[in-house]
């Protein structure tokens, strides 16, 4: 008696700390773009943060990264918003650009994470353990990433086999 049957097999892109590195290496380029447009952070200023934004997202600790630039009174003059995925595996890959933010004399440009949950349900021993191998300080804080009084719009996307970073803009109306 012979039987015949059916084997049905599933693809799934599979992504590797690699394609986490070169898709926050894509991020650094804009990041980097940004802050000499505006004059208001170093080159080794970004390298530091995206090392250790590379540290996080190796662990899928990151959910959100957002870049605010402010004028010299505080007001959010534009932001860029980068959702992190592990399921970007139809997403095709594009260049860094559209990052000729205004030159801010006085002003600041702010880097905000929004963790996940596996990050948010580390202990305070790990946590600890984690900060000691960084290169800044991370703090936490509370702040509206919503924008208000800015509009969204699809910028562009990051991806490596199936590992991405969807860009939104927020500019003034």
Known sequence: ????????????????????????????AEFTMISQATGLRTREYVESMVSDLKVF???????????????????????????LSDVAQNWAHQNPG????????????RLYVSWTQKYLGLSETTLAGINQSLNISWQKV???LSHPGLVSQFDRRFA??????????FKAL
């Open 57 to 83: 997202a190796e662990r899928e600790y990151i959910s959100h990264i957002h870049l605010i630039l402010y004028d010299s009174a505080g007001k959010e003059l534009r932001a860029a918003r980068y959702t």
């Open 142 to 144: 509370s702040i509206d």
């Open 160 to 169: 490596s086999n199936g590992y991405g970073m969807e860009k939104h803009d």
């Open 98 to 109: 559209n990052n000729l933010w205004p030159r801010t004399p006085g002003g600041d440009l």
């Open 1 to 28: 008696m012979s039987t015949t049957g059916t084997i049905t097999y599933e693809a799934t892109a599979t992504y590797s700390v690699a394609d986490i590195k070169r898709v926050l290496d894509n991020f650094a």
